[in-house]
C-alpha cells in the first residue's frame, strides 16, 4: 500500500513535468508539424490539473468530487490558455484581468452550488 503511494506521489510528477522539459528542449518549433505543437499545451494542462486535483484535495476536505474537478480544471486552464494566447502575441493586459476574473467568478460559484440533480426536473 506504501509503495502505490509513494509511486503516486513521486512517479506521476516526475513524468509529467519531466517529460513535458524533456520534449521542450528536445524539439525545434520551427520543424514540427502543427500538431506536435499543441502536444506541450495539452501536456501543460494536464500536468497542472493532476496537481491542483491533489492540492484541491489536500486542502478543502469539505468540497465535493466534482467541485473540486471544476475548480482543479479551472485553475489548470488558466495559466494554458494564458501561454498559448502569449505563445501567438495575443495576451495583453486586458486579457489577463479577463482570464482572472472568468477563474474568480468561477470558483466562487463552484464553491456555492450544487452538483446534484434536483428532483423537481425528475418528475
Do not use: C, H
Not at 64 to 83: D, E, H, N, Q, Y
Request: aromatic letters at 12%; hydrophobic letters at 55%.
Amino acid at each position: 500500500m506504501k509503495i502505490t503511494k509513494l509511486r503516486s506521489k513521486t512517479v506521476i510528477p516526475i513524468v509529467l513535468y519531466g517529460g513535458l522539459m524533456i520534449f521542450l528542449m528536445s524539439t525545434n518549433p520551427q520543424k514540427i508539424s502543427i500538431g506536435w505543437l499543441l502536444l506541450p499545451f495539452i501536456w501543460l494542462f494536464v500536468a497542472l490539473l493532476w496537481t491542483s486535483l491533489k492540492l484541491f484535495k489536500s486542502l478543502t476536505g469539505r468540497f465535493k468530487p466534482k467541485r473540486i474537478m471544476f475548480m482543479a480544471v479551472s485553475a489548470a486552464a488558466l495559466p494554458t490558455i494564458g501561454l498559448l494566447l502569449d505563445s501567438i502575441n495575443q495576451l495583453t493586459v486586458r486579457d489577463v484581468t479577463l482570464l482572472i476574473g472568468l477563474a474568480l467568478v468561477g470558483f466562487f460559484y463552484a464553491s456555492r452550488i450544487s452538483f446534484e440533480r434536483s428532483s423537481q426536473f425528475l418528475n
